[in-house]
């Protein structure tokens, strides 16, 4: 940047004139995470504020030239010519040990809080979209109620109902001997083996709890940015990610934690009513009476979740302070003495009553299974109604999938809850059976029919998921031949007339082939979704049908369908257990490796970026700390410098830069500028999640923005062009031509050795990066810097020293880290 840039951007009206106006340069990271020494250049920095999950760097250099008396760069970076730069690392929010791999086990319930956020972009308060957000809602607690059932299912039916039961499961099995029904001891009856097997589904409800609330105390408590200026219009007709309140979901997630471990416990009371109403039928006397009780209270307990989730809506037009301290307690403890009076009753004696067969009321899987169709059809209703009703119809960009996206991905929330279920009980019961095939013929009945059923349907999902792999690999192919004769536009004077062959062509234009592919993932997500419907539903209808696992069900059938059925229900059985093993050690070796945690990270980064407004069980949102964080970084010193800021995100980052940005006051925006670049904003962001990110909200984000410029490359498959438009129509400035990758073709005097070809990576090492931040300081808004004397001291605060009265909180949570975020910003931010 060049002097008279400089000064062009201002000068102070102090003492002297001709100081000019602060400038800093704030980077924020995307998928995969780095190291502040990787965002900042050098071996050493220094955290300025903030903690060791989320905070911002600055080389150690900067830091100490800010304590020097008299250095005019201070916190604002002062008069070099290119601004200090200053790197927000939020990688360890969303990794960190491998113990969080653990957290996969929740994917089912991230997906279904995804489906909440892929409504299309209709007129708020708008019937559609009420009923949209609570079919959701709802599928998202038939979820947790499957979770539970399905820990449910191996210790209350395969445990302790049928090995217990069985003597030949027993044998050799000293661990479970205690319950043997022919031990004779107290947890001998079937009853009580019930009983104490409950527990375990019981405490993984309140694990789910206390990592919910752990978790809410962190990331949801995170206050907002102070607003001193509201934004103009009504809250309806404003980009939502711009309200007060979208960052501050506190209230909200507290009561579905509620309804939630509330339904847990209800689930596991659910499951023993019908196996003690089967063992007291034809019975008179108290039991059977107490029974009937204890059901009415659980039903009435579960038109109170209902009632709870259907009325749980989001306040984002203010921050929600509200807390209803009352509900959130009593539904929980409500719960939970109901189940213990229904484990009492359990455990109750009665005399000859043994165990046989399944656990009556386990063909509840199949009906959720239903149910889970049923929600997702009446979520593909509403999207239709919504996209038809869009204030902009006819976008550059339309939703993926038409307005069916969310229903699509909810169906998939469901498969993924099914084969986590069938997993687990499936290789539970072959390891409790001896190498028998439960359900035919072995010592145990084995799990329920329905969970069968879905296992057999695994190979051929399995199989179209090869087929699309063969129609992706077959499009990359021509795609690559297409883009061949194309490449040497890209490098008209470079490129000579015989390299059609040459290998760094083929390079270059495989490379855009497998970017371009990105675009096809709705039509693959479409196809899945379809096909987890169809056989879905052929195996929960196969078995109503027979009350059979699908070996048996196909005896004497025609033709090889005996031997295909036997085949795909132990194949099937294999691999859905195989495939939760592999998830789990996916996930951990993603947490632990980044180059493994980029290959999967921007799945996990996307899922994760929203708030728990679904299921408050879900893996919790980074986004309502980091965002918080950069708009209290930004607000704090544009105000106390009366600097210009650029905001550089790159991949994820930018999509946080983005939504930071809009939590700003008008005034503030004026000082700060946004580069983005690798930014999925328009190109995964806008197609899925139209209602946020939409070609309205972006066109929103360009008006409200002073400058704005965003890079991308035709090599990238995750970033792309953003292509805001102006009120009038006419395609916006934002987007800067698509960069060079590689930089050059051959070799030059500038590259002499081969330029790599970078893809969505070192987007800093092109020349056009460091011009568009200096275009991008030129344009911001001139406002007159305060007055040097004015400026806070560059002198650290001393450890202890209070806070001065009237400084703004720093988002973070509660306790040291809260604490430490707080005093970084106050007593930093003057650095």
């Known amino acids: 940047m060049q002097p008279e840039a400089l000064s062009a951007r201002?000068?102070?009206?102090?003492?002297?004139?001709?100081?000019?106006?602060?400038?800093?340069?704030?980077?924020?990271?995307?998928?995969?995470?780095?190291?502040?020494?990787?965002?900042?250049?050098?071996?050493?920095?220094?955290?300025?504020?903030?903690?060791?999950?989320?905070?911002?760097?600055?080389?150690?250099q900067d830091v100490r030239d800010a304590q020097e008396p008299g250095d005019e760069r201070g916190e604002a970076g002062g008069s070099r010519t290119e601004p200090v730069q200053e790197a927000y690392c939020w990688s360890n929010l969303t990794s960190g040990n491998g113990a969080r791999a653990l957290w996969l086990v929740l994917l089912p319930f991230m997906v279904a809080n995804l489906a909440h956020w892929m409504r299309p972009a209709a007129p708020s308060r708008h019937g559609a979209q009420r009923a949209y957000d609570v079919l959701?809602?709802?599928?998202?607690?038939?979820?947790?109620?499957?979770?539970?059932?399905?820990?449910?299912?191996?210790?209350?039916?395969?445990?302790?109902?049928?090995?217990?039961?069985?003597?030949?499961?027993?044998?050799?099995?000293?661990?479970?001997?205690?319950?043997?029904?022919?031990?004779?001891?107290?947890?001998?009856?079937?009853?009580?083996?019930?009983?104490?097997?409950?527990?375990?589904?019981?405490?993984?409800?309140?694990?789910?709890?206390?990592?919910?609330?752990?978790?809410?105390?962190?990331?949801?408590?995170?206050?907002?940015?102070?607003?001193?200026?509201?934004?103009?219009?009504?809250?309806?007709?404003?980009?939502?990610?711009?309200?007060p309140g979208f960052w501050y979901g506190r209230r909200l997630v507290a009561r579905l934690r509620a309804a939630h471990t509330a339904a847990g416990l209800l689930a596991v009371a659910s499951?023993?009513?019908?196996?003690?109403?089967?063992?007291?039928?034809?019975?008179?006397?108290?039991?059977?009476?107490?029974?009937?009780?204890?059901?009415?209270?659980?039903?009435?307990?579960?038109?109170?979740?209902?009632?709870?989730?259907?009325?749980?809506?989001?306040?984002?037009?203010?921050?929600?302070?509200?807390?209803?301290?009352?509900?959130?307690?009593?539904?929980?403890?409500?719960?939970?003495?109901?189940?213990?009076?229904?484990?009492?009753?359990?455990?109750?004696?009665?005399?000859?009553?043994?165990?046989?067969?399944?656990?009556?009321?386990?063909?509840?899987?199949?009906?959720?299974?239903?149910?889970?169709?049923?929600?997702?059809a009446g979520l593909a209703v509403a999207g239709l109604v919504l996209q038809r009703r869009a204030a902009h119809p006819?976008?550059?960009?339309?939703?993926?999938?038409?307005?069916?996206?969310?229903?699509?991905?909810?169906?998939?929330?469901?498969?993924?809850?099914?084969?986590?279920?069938?997993?687990?009980?499936?290789?539970?019961?072959?390891?409790?059976?001896?190498?028998?095939?439960?359900?035919?013929?072995?010592?145990?009945?084995?799990?329920?029919?329905?969970?069968?059923?879905?296992?057999?349907?695994?190979?051929?999902?399995?199989?179209?998921?090869?087929?699309?792999?063969?129609?992706?690999?077959?499009?990359?192919?021509?795609?690559?031949?297409?883009?061949?004769?194309?490449?040497?536009?890209?490098?008209?004077?470079?490129?000579?007339?015989?390299?059609a062959n040459d290998p760094r062509t083929g390079r270059i234009a495989g490379a855009i082939a497998r970017a371009r592919l990105t675009d096809d993932a709705p039509t693959a997500i479409g196809a899945a979704a379809l096909a987890t419907l169809v056989l879905g539903a052929g195996a929960v209808l196969g078995a109503w049908l027979t009350d059979e696992v699908p070996g048996r069900a196909a005896d004497g059938a025609p033709g090889p369908l005996p031997g295909l059925a036997q085949t795909g229900q132990a194949l099937g059985s294999w691999m859905m257990g195989a495939g939760v093993i592999l998830l789990l050690a996916m996930g951990r070796q993603a947490y632990r490796d980044p180059k493994s945690r980029r290959t999967v990270g921007i799945?996990?980064?996307?899922?994760?970026?929203?708030?728990?407004?679904?299921?408050?069980?879900?893996?919790?949102?980074?986004?309502?700390?980091?965002?918080?964080?950069?708009?209290?970084?930004?607000?704090?010193?544009?105000?106390?410098?009366?600097?210009?800021?650029?905001?550089?995100?790159?991949?994820?980052?930018?999509?946080?830069?983005?939504?930071?940005?809009?939590?700003?006051d008008p005034d503030i925006r004026g000082r700060v500028a946004l580069l983005t670049y690798g930014s999925p904003l328009r190109r995964l962001y806008g197609r899925w999640f139209p209602a946020y990110f939409g070609d309205a909200a972006l066109a929103a984000l360009d008006r409200e923005t002073h400058a704005w410029r965003n890079l991308w490359r035709l090599t990238d498959p995750i970033g792309g062009p953003v292509r805001p438009t102006s009120p009038d129509g006419r395609p916006s400035d934002v987007d800067r031509k698509p960069l060079k990758d590689p930089l050059a073709f051959?070799?030059?005097?500038?590259?002499?050795?081969?330029?790599?070809?970078?893809?969505?990576?070192?987007?800093?090492?092109?020349?056009?990066?460091?011009?568009?931040?200096?275009?991008?300081?030129?344009?911001?808004?001139?406002?007159?810097?305060?007055?040097?004397?004015?400026?806070?001291?560059?002198?650290?605060?001393?450890a202890g020293e209070p806070e001065p009265a009237g400084e703004p909180e720093t988002a973070g949570g509660p306790g040291d880290a809260g604490e430490a975020a707080a005093q970084g910003s106050a007593g930093m931010s003057s650095a």
């Open 603 to 664: 799945l996990w980064d996307v899922g994760t970026f929203w708030p728990r407004a679904a299921h408050p069980f879900a893996p919790p949102c980074y986004a309502e700390r980091a965002v918080p964080d950069l708009a209290w970084r930004t607000s704090t010193w544009t105000t106390r410098t009366g600097g210009c800021l650029v905001i550089s995100g790159h991949s994820q980052g930018s999509v946080l830069a983005a939504a930071a940005v809009w939590q700003l």
């Open 746 to 798: 051959e070799r030059t005097p500038e590259h002499p050795l081969p330029a790599a070809i970078n893809a969505h990576s070192d987007y800093q090492a092109d020349p056009a990066f460091a011009a568009e931040r200096a275009g991008l300081l030129d344009r911001i808004a001139v406002v007159p810097a305060a007055a040097p004397e004015e400026w806070p001291r560059r002198v650290p605060r001393p």
């Open 271 to 376: 499951a023993l009513l019908p196996v003690t109403a089967a063992a007291d039928d034809g019975t008179g006397g108290g039991l059977r009476a107490a029974g009937w009780v204890l059901a009415a209270l659980v039903a009435a307990g579960w038109a109170a979740v209902v009632l709870l989730v259907c009325r749980s809506g989001r306040t984002e037009a203010e921050p929600d302070l509200g807390e209803d301290r009352r509900t959130v307690r009593a539904l929980p403890l409500a719960a939970l003495a109901l189940l213990a009076a229904v484990l009492v009753h359990t455990a109750w004696s009665r005399p000859g009553w043994v165990s046989s067969g399944r656990l009556p009321g386990t063909s509840v899987f199949g009906g959720l299974a239903v149910a889970q169709g049923v929600l997702a």
């Open 136 to 243: 959701v809602r709802i599928l998202a607690l038939t979820l947790t109620v499957q979770l539970v059932l399905a820990a449910g299912e191996v210790t209350l039916d395969l445990l302790a109902w049928q090995c217990a039961g069985s003597a030949h499961c027993v044998d050799g099995k000293s661990w479970l001997g205690f319950m043997s029904a022919g031990s004779g001891g107290w947890f001998g009856a079937p009853g009580r083996r019930l009983a104490l097997a409950a527990l375990v589904p019981v405490l993984l409800t309140a694990l789910l709890w206390w990592l919910s609330r752990r978790t809410w105390s962190i990331y949801e408590s995170a206050r907002p940015a102070p607003r001193t200026t509201p934004a103009g219009g009504a809250a309806g007709e404003q980009p939502a990610l711009s309200l």
């Open 10 to 60: 201002g000068t102070t009206d102090g003492p002297d004139d001709a100081a000019p106006q602060p400038a800093l340069e704030l980077l924020v990271h995307g998928v995969g995470g780095a190291t502040p020494q990787e965002m900042l250049g050098d071996p050493r920095t220094e955290l300025v504020t903030g903690d060791r999950t989320a905070g911002i760097h600055r080389r150690t």
């Open 394 to 499: 006819d976008e550059a960009a339309p939703p993926a999938l038409r307005g069916l996206g969310g229903a699509c991905v909810a169906l998939l929330a469901g498969a993924l809850a099914g084969v986590f279920s069938g997993g687990v009980a499936q290789r539970v019961a072959d390891w409790l059976d001896r190498g028998a095939t439960p359900g035919e013929g072995g010592p145990l009945a084995g799990p329920p029919v329905v969970l069968s059923w879905q296992a057999t349907v695994i190979p051929l999902v399995a199989l179209l998921v090869l087929l699309l792999a063969l129609a992706g690999a077959w499009r990359l192919w021509v795609l690559r031949r297409r883009l061949t004769a194309e490449v040497a536009g890209l490098y008209p004077a470079e490129h000579p007339a015989t390299a």
